[in-house]
């Protein structure tokens, strides 16, 4: 196993980093040279869903990749989610996902929110009327496990679930979800959570490892902070690259977003990186500030649940 892979319960490794295609503009040529340029600096994972539009543009660029045997399929590790309106058929769900991608398999296939929607409902901030009050998690996962068994996924995971959400759905999952996708980064370090999903031999891949900046959620608190921006100086290095790495010597993997060339080599650049106890100590002390899309989502639509831990926990 490479340095830059972790391996996960399902028997499988993980690039540590990922390239996430989220994109508010949606431009296809745009994401599909940025996927062909990460793959040339050394990027192998490559994470999308059904909401963010990208699925056909990276599957696009990963197929010329292939074709042109650039990379081999088997190097490549792609993830995309089960929308939150598709909780009643993830098989064909996940069937509509490999034909955007052009792909036979994917593997990775994450429930993207614990909440469920109605059916039609396409949009990456709901509508009160798109909600449905009741998600039934173990028909959900059923349907998961029915993937995977199918072969059109070599892993399931979950995301953006809390320490209650795992631990009810372990209660009747005869196959655990691998991989746990979250927000984390140096100012949410997700202590509990990391500490349960540990336990239970379940990864956690970090989105918005850097505090999600550019994003209508998203914020620069973690790029300009005084302590991360005081250990870049220390080693030479910069805010992203002391972020990325924090987040890898937690044992996560970390889905970073950029399409620019210059911050696709400096996020590859946190490999090497080295933080001393001392940062570490430092980090772990910071005052932590959530940044999340769910709070985004909560504080931003006339959804009916006016926090975040009543839109997580709801159902149970």
Known sequence: MRKD?????CGITIPVIGLGTYSSH????????AVHLALKMGYRHFDTAKIYGSEGAVGNALRKAIEDQIIPREDVFLTSKLWSGDHHDPVSALKHTLRNLGMEYIDMYLVHWPIKLK???CNAVPKEEDFEKQLDME???EGMQKCLDMGLCRCIGVSNFSTKKIEH????ASV???VNQVEMHP????RKLREICGEHDIHVSGYSPLGGPGNAWGSTAVVKNPLINSIALKHKATPAQVALKWGLTRGASVIVKSFNPDRLRENMGSLDLKLDDEDLIEIEQLE???????DFLVNNTTSPYKTLEELWDYEI
């Open 169 to 172: 759905l372990l209660d009747f």
């Open 176 to 178: 655990p979800p691998a």
């Open 5 to 9: 892979e972790v391996r996960l319960n």
């Open 26 to 33: 949606n431009d296809r040529v745009t994401t599909e040279k």
């Open 288 to 294: 932590e500030r959530k940044i999340m899309r769910g």
């Open 139 to 141: 028909t959900t996962w």
């Open 187 to 190: 100012m949410w370090r997700q």
């Open 119 to 121: 059916p039609w409902a």
